[in-house]
Nanobody, 115 residues
């Protein structure tokens, strides 16, 4: 069983930065892929960034050049460094873990970008 737990959300002004963390129970080496998704009020959940077991990364066009996804296998943790935040980045951010044919979600962490 895999249980992702997100942390690091909060309130930040436009142009500011936040780093989200996702702690994953169990070994990271058995995990195929990790991702960050977000869901804003009234909108569908969307992929923000994705990293495979080979450290291949993918980003949504809206966050390219501003967000960076990374993983630390020794700490069983994935990160999302978010810079130059915009009000439209406001959403609940979810950690997603794919292991084999199973997918696991965290409970989400709120990110609010506002002055």
């Amino acid at each position: 069983q895999v249980q992702p737990v997100e942390s690091g959300g909060g309130l930040v002004q436009p142009g500011g930065s936040l780093r989200l963390s996702c702690a994953v129970s169990g070994s990271m080496f058995s995990i195929n892929a990790l991702g960050w998704y977000r869901q804003a009020p009234g909108k569908q959940r969307e992929l923000v960034a994705h990293i495979t077991s080979f450290d291949s990364t993918t980003y949504a066009n809206s966050v390219k050049g501003r967000f960076t996804i990374s993983r630390d296998n020794a700490k069983n943790t994935m990160y999302l460094q978010m810079n130059s935040l915009k009000p439209e980045d406001t959403a609940v951010y979810y950690c997603n873990v794919v292991r084999g044919s199973s997918m696991y979600w965290g409970q989400g962490t709120q990110v609010t970008v506002s002055s």
